[in-house]
């Protein structure tokens, strides 16, 4: 994923999910944030950022916020990526099968998941979770409560019993993880739906993303790895 006509500014204030105003060339803009969850590690005041611009007087907003650093580390909070990435990423061989008759936002139930193919005359569902909350080198997620979240793993686990091979991808949209792990202090519930859903055959998988300024690649695996809490 490659963006264009992306510059560089300082971040000053999130006053809700959608927006932050960031300071461009001495300018202060507001920019729309693409991202929904706290970001609160991320978007802090100071922080250099980079915004694409959006030539298009329709827009509400005509720059979107895209990328953080952190340290030395820079993160894509684009809530927009992970699925694209995650499709090319099982193209190119990442869940371990050869993936057939690829289709996104697939109806399951009452459910909407990302993506459904066939792998080895199976039919196979995949859901993706974008990851933006690190912790000394762990990613965790979410970084917010998500029933919708929870809801969806448990829809992997019932589609298990019926005979779909099942997955989780997480999204680590940022480098230098040792591993992905629920956030069991700030959503219980999902990592317990993470443990059972583990339990019962759906696959955990996780792919860190180099990042840049002005774009995103899945590059490499990383386990995922469930505390013993999970299962309280």
């Known amino acids: 994923?490659?963006?264009k006509s992306v510059f560089q500014g300082v971040?000053?204030?999130?006053?809700?999910r959608f927006l932050a105003h960031v300071l461009i060339d001495g300018r202060e803009v507001v920019a729309h944030v693409k991202n929904t969850g706290?970001?609160?590690?991320?978007?802090?005041?100071?922080?250099?950022v980079w915004c694409t611009y959006h030539d298009d007087p329709k827009r509400k907003t005509q720059w979107s916020l895209i990328t953080v650093r952190?340290?030395?580390?820079?993160?894509?909070?684009?809530?927009q990526v992970p699925n694209r990435l995650a499709g090319e990423w099982m193209q190119q061989g990442g869940l371990g099968v050869t993936v057939e008759q690829q289709k996104a936002e697939h109806r399951y139930g009452d459910a909407r998941l990302d993506?459904?193919?066939?792998?080895?005359?199976?039919p196979c569902l995949l859901e993706v979770k974008g990851v933006t909350l690190e912790q000394n080198g762990v990613a965790r997620f979410p970084d917010a409560p998500t029933e919708r979240g929870a809801k969806h793993v448990h829809h992997l686990r019932q589609a298990v019993g019926e005979g779909y091979g099942a997955y989780i991808l997480f999204v680590c949209q940022m480098a230098g993880i040792s591993r992905v792990e629920p956030n069991v202090e700030r959503d219980p519930a999902f990592a317990q739906a993470l443990w059972m859903a583990r339990e019962a055959g759906v696959q955990l998988?996780?792919?860190e993303c180099d990042v840049t300024p002005d774009s995103i690649t899945?590059?490499?695996?990383?386990?995922?790895?469930?505390?013993?809490?999970?299962?309280?």
């Open 205 to 207: 998988l996780a792919v």
């Open 218 to 232: 899945a590059a490499r695996p990383v386990p995922v790895v469930l505390p013993d809490q999970c299962s309280n």
């Open 115 to 122: 993506w459904f193919f066939q792998a080895d005359g199976r």
């Open 11 to 16: 971040f000053l204030r999130r006053p809700n």
């Open 70 to 79: 952190k340290g030395d580390t820079l993160f894509n909070i684009d809530s």
């Open 1 to 3: 994923m490659i963006y």
């Open 38 to 48: 706290r970001c609160g590690e991320l978007l802090i005041p100071g922080a250099e």
